[in-house]
């Protein structure tokens, strides 16, 4: 079973930049799809970025193409999110997952492990 620790969330002005890291156990790390999710308050969790266990695929949701990037290191057994030019709307606790599915990874329900979370606030 997979377990994920997430680190690298602040406080940061509104087009600055962080990098979240993930870091799994995990034998067969490689090969599970990871992706990055988020939670503002007083809203639902929704989907960031994801990146597959074989190919390296990604994606993302639209509201951060083209500044936010998402990678894995399985030598280290880790998943990045590298967030540049950073909105206040962006402020949320951010989350990492982790499923052996290679579909549906837009949908919070495929993924089965999850870390505790890391708050990111962008103030403006």
């Known amino acids: 079973q997979v377990q994920l620790v997430e680190s690298g969330g602040g406080l940061v002005q509104a087009g600055g930049s962080l990098r979240l890291s993930c870091a799994a156990s995990?034998?067969?790390?490689?090969?599970?799809?990871l992706g990055w999710f988020r939670q503002a308050p007083g809203k639902e969790r929704e989907f960031v970025a994801t990146?597959?266990?074989?190919?390296?695929?990604?994606d993302y949701t639209d509201s951060v193409k083209g500044r936010f990037t998402i990678s894995r290191d399985s030598a280290k057994n880790a998943v990045y999110l590298q967030m540049n030019n950073l909105k206040p709307e962006d402020t949320a606790l951010y989350y990492c997952?982790?499923?052996?599915?290679?579909?549906?990874?837009?949908?919070?329900?495929?993924?089965?492990?999850w870390g505790q979370g890391t708050q990111v606030t962008v103030s403006s």
């Open positions: 995990g034998r067969t790390f490689s090969t599970y799809a």
């Open positions: 990146i597959t266990g074989s190919s390296g695929n990604t």
């Open positions: 997952a982790a499923t052996r599915w290679s579909t549906m990874l837009h949908n919070s329900g495929t993924y089965y492990a």
